[in-house]
């Protein structure tokens, strides 16, 4: 991937299903040599969305439609 996008990559940031396996994020570091970021980004990810459940409320427009 360094070789393609021509910029050294200093981590790789991952999410989805597989990150909760520990000995598949460590091993792909490990062959990358590089640092596998995911665990607290997606956990403040996961606290901000949490927080914005149910900011917006529906309100009518003068059309009738609501948003």
Not at 11 to 37: F, H, P, S, Y
Not at 41 to 54: I, L, P, T
Not at 59 to 67: L, V
Request: aromatic share 6%.
């Amino acid at each position: 991937m360094n070789k393609d996008c021509g910029i050294p990559l200093s981590e790789l940031q991952v999410d989805g299903g597989m990150t909760n396996n520990k000995i598949l994020m460590q091993l792909q570091a490990d062959i990358l040599c590089i640092q596998v970021e995911s665990e607290y980004r997606y956990a403040r990810w996961k606290k901000a969305v949490m927080k914005s459940m149910g900011w917006e409320i529906s309100e009518p427009q003068a059309n009738g439609i609501d948003k």
